[in-house]
């Protein structure tokens, strides 16, 4: 007669158990890595909503950002009127940390911001999701008058 032992290991039960480690170690690299992504020194970008001559334009026009990658967004409104920073698509496409702008610090999801006359924002976040993304200042005549753009993840 033949008496089982609870530590007997079955080819069933050593799979289920590496299966069980499997995913617990998933899990904890996925944790780590975005956690890394937060602490990854991010890559500065400049982009001006308007200009001192009252031009309707993003300048540039176009960014291109790498998925996987942390970037600080330098916003800038040098413009006598306010403009806005509009893409809805390309804010779920990004994990986003915080903006900062003059003594505040917003966290949450962002997707648009008002950058009044002679204003600045710093917009810090990961790209994730590839893609080509509008932009847009949404304030009436704006977009019409060329205040339009691209953000590409690649």
Known sequence: MQYWHPFQLTAQR??????????????????????????QKPIVVEMALGNATDELAFFPPQLTFESGKRYKLKLV????????FTAKDFADAIWSQKVDAGNV???GAIHELELRSDTAADWVFVA???????????IPGHAESGMTGKLIIQ
């Open 105 to 107: 610090e917003i966290k």
């Open 14 to 39: 050593w799979l289920r158990g590496l299966l069980i480690l499997g995913i617990c170690w998933l899990g904890l690299t996925q944790s780590l890595w975005a956690a890394d992504l937060a602490r």
């Open 128 to 138: 994730i999701r590839p893609g080509t993304y509008p932009l847009r200042c949404t």
């Open 77 to 84: 409104n040098h413009s006598p009127e306010k403009h806005y």
